[in-house]
T-cell receptor, first 116, second 113 residues
Framework: AQKITQTQPGMFVQEKEAVTLDCTYD???????LFWYKQPSSGEMIFLIY??????QNATEGRYSLNFQKARKSANLVISASQLGDSAMYFC?????????????FGQGTTLQVKP | DAEITQSPRHKITETGRQVTLACHQT?????MFWYRQDLGHGLRLIHY???????NKGEVSDGYSVSRSNTEDLPLTLESAASSQTSVYFC????????????FGDGTRLSIL
């Protein structure tokens, strides 16, 4: 079974509008971390934001915020005031504490296109 | 500034040849990882290491090997390249800790003809 599911292969958003990229996860570990990465067309992987399973508040980093709904096992990325430079592929990833492996499990990604 | 460097950035080779992709990090991280990225699959873990002389198999390790002789380097070797191993390969490193992000190299695009 997929541990990380990103159901939106591609999305469009108008410049300056907000957009939500969906991510659901599956784990039985009570302690885990969730990450979002951005991959522009140039190919590099850029870390955006982190949410821990015990964090009481939703994570925020500038225009990025995480809508964390633990009971629903979802960790959606919200990008406010979209910019043309936000056009990229976005990956959700999870790390489980059990085994202390340090591994990240990635979803298949969502391609975001920002329209001028 | 600390960084993680992959080389080469692009490589074309033939089936059956041995290929080694280099990964060098100056973060002084104990943890290092190799992923491959293919359309429709996201990033899949090939091998990983938690320190010198430690190596572990990931979910798609068949046909690949790694060795860790120092903290900075984790080379990935394709023993006998196959066309199914045509992909983009990423190396990453991280500190130990649930909240520690992985830092990625810029990737190597490998084509096997």
């Amino acid at each position: 079974a997929q541990k990380i599911t990103q159901t939106q292969p591609g999305m469009f958003v108008q410049e300056k509008e907000a957009v939500t990229l969906d991510c659901t996860y599956d784990t039985s570990d009570p302690s885990y971390g969730l990450f979002w990465y951005k991959q522009p067309s140039s190919g590099e992987m850029i870390f955006l934001i982190y949410q821990g399973s015990y964090d009481q508040q939703n994570a925020t980093e500038g225009r990025y915020s995480l809508n964390f709904q633990k009971a629903r096992k979802s960790a959606n990325l919200v990008i406010s005031a979209s910019q043309l430079g936000d056009s990229a592929m976005y990956f959700c990833a999870m790390r489980e504490r059990s085994g202390n492996t340090g591994k990240l499990i990635f979803g298949q990604g969502t391609t975001l296109q920002v329209k001028p | 500034d600390a960084e993680i460097t992959q080389s080469p950035r692009h490589k074309i080779t033939e089936t059956g040849r041995q290929v080694t992709l280099a990964c060098h990090q100056t973060w002084n991280h104990n943890n290092m990882f190799w992923y491959r990225q293919d359309l429709g699959h996201g990033l899949r873990l090939i091998h990983y290491s938690y320190g010198v002389h430690d190596t572990n198999k990931g979910e798609v390790s068949d046909g690949y090997s790694v060795s860790r002789s120092n903290t900075e380097d984790l080379p990935l070797t394709l023993e006998s390249a196959a066309s199914s191993q045509t992909s983009v390969y990423f190396c990453a490193s991280s500190e130990t800790g649930l909240n520690q992000p992985q830092h990625f190299g810029d990737g190597t695009r490998l084509s096997i003809l």
